[in-house]
């Protein structure tokens, strides 16, 4: 390509080097880079923006002289917003690359064929972190047979907006097709975004490298040059470089495999469909596999380091059961040949959906029945369920640009559920949605620093920040509630009616909405959007005058200091309650609309109480008069199964969060948790366990705090003396043993206490653990309420593991230490990215807040790190706000606001501004909390009308 060159490029660093191919790579170029070009003579008609026809400088800067964005000589970039150009469209990528796992490099030629949309003498796309080498564009004439290079006058590059502009000497005309070249070169580094280094170590002790891609959101531009926007959908050839002891994997089976030099050897694969960049994936490992096939003929194969592989059994049947299972649901069969689920060392997410080649964190992945608990096993299903799901809402359909990331996620999450309950319906996966997502989302988007679902994004590192409790949860809890309002089989149709309009192409929010009009006489899409383009929720008040209820709603928001932005919205609420009179129970749906109230007769005489969100459909929260939430709680006391487990649950998340507000009475909350004692199920119980967390959090270190621990003792007496410690009982009965006695450990009840650390020193002495599902809390016990041997045995223990699973449980269970030398080594390993690696910190970091010796100690870990942490997170953004979160969550005095205030002032915040003040306002909100309710929590648990009966 050394005809190619451009001397004029005027950009230092970028001068195209001359031709000295010293690489391979000019050895195996001719394998692919071959003729693909076909003839195209199709018309494209587009629709012309005016816009359009201005230059690209031009367009950017319409509203302001000084240009934004700056390339790397300091001149103004010729494009100057974050979404690329529509001038220039890609239709077919040929990507040959060599990842250099020992060099820690790698190299690559990408050929982008592409059509020219309008008019433009510049071509701009993506990269970053790469050396491009040598570029050549080429341009077909009208007949498709004959092409002539034309020359590239420059390449500018910004950092800021991860493009290349290519300018072209020659405009470049609509309908052209144009054959787009690049050369390029990057570092194979350990990192978790884009094309990366990973490693793993056998039980013999060797260290072995892969080379692993991640590229949702913006890493595929870190990999090669690329039209990197889940709009721009082509199909991609690829052709990796690997040596004889490695396979390559990529979206696609392989085609062929070749032997260009000894040892070294190029595979290439079948074209892919049409997708987007952010789906594409690739690996390079040494790793073994097990392959099974689904109803359909798809070959699905789990990947897997070889001392593992046993582990990947479980993955495997999962991943049949739940592709045969979506066959049916979603009325398409999953289009590709073949479905992978690898396992990669470092990971920053979960788990992430590339097309035919999913990849996972090793816990999201890998079972042993031996030793992995039950927990693990639900998380193995959840992920690889979500996953899944993905493959149609996402990968075969996809959101049109990120502000809609909450469809794609929320989606995915309300279907894993599905999935999950197809594996194993006795996990009661339904359930666990309404705590999982529902309270997880509402305990987040009650502040006045929440955002809407649908979020605006002006730089690509707020991408990232997406990923988070907003579009996952309260996304699939939209999803849940209108799904549930508008009747299941009617939801699926539109669903499915969704899929095969937009298929192998994208959509936006509102297409979706517009597709149940054919099956539903609700107005969809007006409804909806006042959940998806306002902030928060409502809660809505029941208020009983006489015969008649009068329901009302307004924004349920936290903190009560200044003037709050949002708090007039007001939401169309599907609205289900019921009546509880004296013959039974009678309930209803209607629909509340944002500007008219509800009045709905009872007769006086016969009712008991009324119950809002009945069933627990609805994202939003009810409150009532006084004399109703006593009524309410004298039905739990009396007989609580008259409500699911789900409304139990839902009253006690209801109560303790208008508390926290003065909505309700702190008193009248805390009466609630009375009717505990005769309580069984899971889910209400987990809640529970949250709320009184939250209050023992505030005020552990007052006098009160013994008071609260008899109580809470007590309470949890009954229930813990009927489960015992065996391992016996459904898989809900399992949770909730768990969850009761890591209640205990937290809350230092001497009895809970006693039996964990003795059976954690039966495992120190004999290596047999009492209860495998319980080896959490057994770890907990000798990591809390242990010396300093307790701690060392489980970093020991954790060195060794080769259980993914089991690693995990030993890592967290260490943050629950007594030992402050443990806690500092544990931070400064997690930095280290060796024996603890970076893709746990903030799993770390968010366990350690919770341990009262971690809590100083992190916080100054991060502010001694902050700009190590933008540095390793910087692709994975979503990690960042988890972690302002987290260090900063127990804060509670005015001086803790200031500092928090003072340190994020002084640093760069990467586009986690929203996080930050959230935080901040999460600080003034534990300052009030305290000056409101410590009196009165006081005078409760002080009280002896509060002294629970010895039951047990
Ligand atoms: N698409 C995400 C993975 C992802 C997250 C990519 C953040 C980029 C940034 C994937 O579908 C996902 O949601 N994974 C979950 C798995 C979980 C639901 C089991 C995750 O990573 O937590
Ligand atoms: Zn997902």
């Not at 001038?87 to 059509?115: C, M």
Request: glycine content about 6%; proline content about 3%.
């Amino acid at each position: 390509m050394s005809d190619i060159s451009n001397d004029d490029a005027p950009v230092k660093g970028l001068r195209m080097k001359d031709s000295e191919q010293s690489h391979d790579i000019q050895r195996y170029r001719h394998v692919v880079v071959t003729a693909f070009f076909v003839l195209l003579v199709t018309f494209i008609a587009v629709f012309v923006r005016d816009d359009l026809l201005l230059s690209p400088l031009q367009k950017g800067r319409r509203s302001t002289d000084t240009p934004k964005y700056l390339d790397t000589t300091g001149k103004a970039f010729p494009w100057q917003s974050i979404r690329l150009p529509m001038s220039v469209r890609p239709l077919e990528y040929h990507v040959l690359i060599y990842p250099q796992i020992h060099r820690g490099e790698f190299d690559g030629i990408v050929e982008i064929r592409a059509v020219i949309e309008e008019q433009t003498s510049f071509i701009v796309l993506h990269g970053s972190g790469l050396e491009i080498v040598d570029t050549k564009v080429m341009v077909w004439d009208g007949s498709g047979l004959t092409s002539t290079v034309r020359q590239v006058k420059a390449i500018s590059v910004s950092r800021k907006l991860q493009m290349y502009a290519l300018e072209m000497e020659e405009t470049l005309r609509r309908s052209n097709n144009v054959n787009i070249t690049l050369k390029f070169e990057g570092k194979l580094e350990k990192k978790l975004s884009g094309l990366y280094l990973s490693n793993y170590t056998t039980p013999e002790g060797d260290v072995k490298y892969l080379a692993t891609t991640q590229f949702e959101a913006t890493g595929a531009r870190e990999a090669f040059p690329c039209f990197d926007e889940p709009d721009m959908k082509a199909k991609f050839n690829l052709s990796i470089v690997r040596s004889r002891n490695y396979i390559a994997l990529f979206n696609m089976p392989l085609q062929t495999s070749k032997e260009f030099k000894k040892d070294l050897f190029v595979d290439t694969f079948q074209q892919t469909v049409d997708m987007s960049t952010y789906l594409v994936a690739f690996v390079v490992c040494d790793y073994d596999s097990v392959t099974g096939i689904t109803s359909q003929g798809t070959q699905v194969s789990v990947y897997a380091p070889s001392h593992q592989i046993s582990q990947a059994t479980f993955a495997l049947e999962t991943a049949i059961k739940v592709l045969n299972f979506y066959n049916r649901l979603f009325g398409i069969n999953y289009p590709l040949p073949k479905q992978d689920l690898v396992a990669i060392p470092d990971f920053a997410a979960g788990a992430m959906e590339n097309w035919g080649l999913i990849t996972f964190r090793l816990t999201a992945l890998l079972y042993d029945p031996e030793r992995s608990t039950d927990t693990d096993k639900e998380y193995v299903i959840h992920a690889i369920a979500h996953e899944l799901a993905h493959q149609w809402f996402g990968n075969l359909v996809t959101l049109k640009w990120w502000n809609d990331l909450w469809l794609n996620e929320g989606f995915a999450t309300f279907v894993e559920y599905f999935g999950a309950n197809e594996v194993d319906p006795t996990l009661l996966s339904m359930d666990r949605l309404v705590q999982n997502e529902m309270f997880r989302a509402m305990a987040t988007d009650c502040i006045d620093n929440s955002h809407p679902i649908t979020a605006e994004v002006s730089d690509p590192n707020e991408i990232g920040t997406l990923f988070d409790a907003i579009s996952y949860s309260k996304g699939a809890s939209l999803i849940r509630m209108l799904s549930n309002f508008i009747a299941e089989e009617k939801f699926w149709s539109g669903i499915k009616t969704y899929l095969n309009k937009y298929m192998y192409s994208n959509a936006r929010t509102q297409d979706l909405w517009n597709m149940f009009k054919d099956f539903t006489q609700v107005d969809v899409p007006t409804l909806m959007s006042t959940w998806t383009k306002q902030m928060g929720y409502p809660v809505v008040t029941m208020t009983r005058q006489g015969d008649s209820v009068h329901v009302s709603q307004e924004r349920f928001l936290l903190g009560r200091d200044g003037p709050k932005s949002s708090s007039s919205y007001k939401w169309y609420i599907p609205f289900r309650y019921a009546v509880g009179k004296t013959n039974g129970i009678a309930d209803k749906l209607l629909i509340i609309h944002p500007d008219s109230e509800v009045n709905f007769p009872v007769d006086q005489n016969e009712v008991k109480w009324v119950k809002g969100n009945y069933g627990m459909y609805g994202y939003y929260r009810v409150n009532y008069e006084e004399r109703n939430w006593r009524a309410l709680i004298k039905q739990l006391i009396e007989e609580h199964t008259v409500f699911s487990a789900a409304d139990r649950a839902g009253l006690l998340d209801d109560v303790f969060y208008l508390a926290r507000d003065d909505k309700v009475s702190q008193t009248t909350a805390l009466d609630m948790t009375k009717y505990l004692l005769n309580e069984e199920d899971y889910l209400p119980w987990s809640v529970a366990f949250s709320c009184l967390e939250f209050i023992r959090d505030r005020i552990r270190n007052k006098d009160v705090y013994g008071k609260i621990q008899k109580y809470t003792e007590k309470l949890t007496s009954p229930i813990l003396t009927k489960l015992g410690w065996d391992d016996t009982g459904s898989h809900p009965e399992k949770s909730l043993r768990a969850a009761a006695i890591s209640f205990g450990l937290v809350f230092g009840h001497p009895a809970t206490i006693k039996k964990g650390k003795k059976n954690f020193d039966i495992w120190m002495q004999t290596g047999k653990i009492v209860n495998i599902n319980l080896k959490a809390e057994i770890y907990q016990s000798g990591a809390q309420y242990g010396g300093e041997v307790e701690s060392n045995f489980l970093l020991k223990k954790y060195m060794e593991a080769h259980v993914p699973s089991e690693k995990s449980a030993l890592l967290m269970a260490l943050c629950y230490t007594s030992q402050t030398q443990v806690i500092k080594r544990l931070l400064e390993s997690a930095a280290e990215d060796k024996v603890i690696r970076h893709q746990d910190l903030s799993t770390v970091i968010g366990q350690l807040s919770s341990n009262p010796k971690g809590q100083q100690l992190v916080w100054q870990f991060v502010k001694k790190h902050w700009d190590n942490i933008v540095k390793w997170f910087s692709s994975s953004m979503f990690l960042l706000p988890q972690i302002i979160r987290s260090s900063t969550s127990f804060f509670s005095t005015k001086e803790q606001y200031i500092e928090v205030q003072n340190f994020f002032a002084s640093v760069d915040t990467v586009g986690c501004e929203r996080d930050i003040k959230a935080s901040l306002e999460r600080i003034q909100m534990n300052i009030n909390w305290l000056k409101v309710n410590e009196h009165i929590v006081n005078g409760w648990f002080g009280s002896s009308d509060n002294i629970l009966p010895n039951r047990v």
